[in-house]
């Protein structure tokens, strides 16, 4: 806390600037760059010993002798959360977004795709998206399907848009329409309903209606018992051009972060728990095998019914800035669709 009681309002804005030009070139920013391209009012040499103080603050590092600074995690942690600007995506790309939505089928896969491309797309960085889960899954609907003679197709459909199928066989052969009116009877007492509450009420039922029981229970028995929902992520090519990522560990650390299940787990179990967008910055010391990228992630969803993470994963140069923009923005929208979809008021 004592540095960040040193530093002062020159320094603040010789800090912002620095990485402003640092996250536009990718190389060390000298005094004279900041001279040349800022009015700040001073000479070269009082840039330079103000540089000099905010490196001894651990603000700043010199990657050689005789080049500019870069910012170190610690600069990058300071200023997004004190310096960065709080901005709105643009009206013009919320419209954009929301047309795309719109023309979109009303489908749970096409908008969780549809979610990854545009982050991907409009942050020049790669997205992870992942689908909403409910902390226990709730059935919202079933249907029956007579196949042949004594085989049943059952189809069951949970609130988070998750649909199973599952063949079954009967004792005896049961008519379409008598399916049917068993799958309604069924949906109106099972609605709503989680794992738990379906196995308690099985007891109510006899014959077919207690083997249907059985397989949804279990079925949503395993659905709960998985950590994370499917995961969807693009852009990949985006970022394997940026400085950063042209060796071998930088290229394995972004796929870590996309594609590392157990490390993902982590990440969107955090976000989800705590909510508000989380800016991870090299693995913010929790997760050195990140020391390269960085990271912005929001949850979105129903309350606490139904969520998911989104976010994009970039360099930790990164214009956090407009990645926060845009991660807030996709999470109000796809809140907003959810909430729509399911009937469920947000």
Known sequence: MTDLKKIT??????????????VSSAAPVSSNAILRNYNLGVSSATIRNEMS?????GFLTQPYTSAGRIPTEKGYRYFVERLMEQIDLPMAEQRMISHQFHQARLELDQWLRLSAAILAHTTKNASLVTAPKSYRCRLKHLELVSIHDNTVLLILVLESGTVKQQIFALDSPMSQDELRVLARQLTDQWTQSDSIEVTNSIATFTGVGAQVGEIISNTMCRIDARRTSDIYHDGLLNILGQPEFKSKQGVQQVV????ERRLVEQIIEKVLQEGGVHIIIGGDDHWHELSDVGIVLTRYGIGNTLTGAMGVVGPVRMTYGRAVSIVRYMSHLMSNLLSDLYGIKN
Do not use: F, G, S, T
């Open 53 to 57: 103080a905010l490196e001894d603050m």
């Open 256 to 259: 870590r972060a996309l594609e």
């Open 9 to 22: 309002d020159r320094q603040q804005a010789i800090l912002r600037l620095l990485i402003q030009e640092y």
